[in-house]
């Protein structure tokens, strides 16, 4: 079975400061690991994700993720929040070998104040 | 980039109807479509996986009577919430599944807020 924990329901930083939402995860195999961004009463915007390669993976809007075999981690990080940035976030973690059923965490809501 | 496009966004029906959700994929085929369902402030639920050209795979404890599932072709998987109630209400959201380069990539639809009155 594959799992993912998002620890944190709530992250809060000051514009200008750097962010980090965090996830770590439990799978069979070599993960896929996929972060998603979540405005109100919209579907899932895709933001990044590792398949293979570097360890760490730029995506879009400035985000990126570190990718952490040992610790099974894969957190989301961003050098400088914007206001903009405030929304929920999802990590979700596939099998590479499974045909693409993902498992998601709980989300964690940024909230980014000016 | 791959696109998903999925209707309606807002759908308000009376308890015992039926509401049937769209899913479409616009510039790609998608042979697997996956259909989730999300509570106010919660995680995504799997409720079942669809394959082109096959019954569908429903996860635990999903009626698969009373969510129908139907990907009839290669863009296009509709989901049927049959007999609605209001418990039924929430938001479901799709997502094809594309193969490039020997990797699996995801593409969600902008989701439709289903409310049962």
């Known amino acids: 079975a594959q799992s993912v924990a998002q620890p944190e329901d709530q992250v809060n930083v000051a514009e200008g400061n750097p962010l980090t939402v965090k996830c770590t995860y439990s799978v069979s195999g070599n993960p896929y690991l996929f972060w998603y961004v979540q405005y109100p009463n919209r579907g899932l915007q895709f933001l990044l994700k590792?398949?293979?390669?570097?360890?760490l993976v730029k995506g879009s809007y400035g985000f990126e993720a570190e990718f952490n075999k040992s610790q099974t981690s894969f957190h989301l990080k961003k050098p400088s929040a914007l206001v903009s940035d405030s929304a929920l976030y999802f990590c979700a973690v596939s099998a590479n070998t499974n045909a693409g059923k993902s498992t998601f965490g709980d989300g964690t809501t940024l909230t980014v104040k000016p | 980039g791959a696109v998903v496009s999925q209707h309606p966004s807002r759908v308000i029906c009376k308890s015992g109807t039926s509401v049937k959700i769209e899913c479409r994929s616009l510039?790609?085929?998608?042979?697997?479509m996956f259909w989730y369902r999300q509570f106010p402030k919660q995680s995504l639920m799997l409720m079942a996986t669809?394959?082109?050209?096959?019954?569908?795979?429903?996860e635990q404890g999903v009626e698969k009577d009373k969510f129908l599932i139907n990907h009839a072709s290669l863009t296009l998987s509709t989901l049927t919430v049959t007999s609605a109630h209001p418990e039924d209400s929430s938001f479901y959201i799709c997502?094809?599944?594309?193969?490039?380069?020997?990797?699996?990539?995801?593409?969600f639809g902008s989701g439709t807020r289903l409310t049962v009155v």
């Open positions: 997502s094809a599944s594309t193969r490039t380069g020997g990797y699996y990539g995801y593409t």
């Open positions: 510039d790609f085929q998608a042979t697997t």
């Open positions: 669809s394959n082109e050209g096959s019954k569908a795979t429903y």
């Open positions: 590792y398949i293979t390669g570097d360890n």
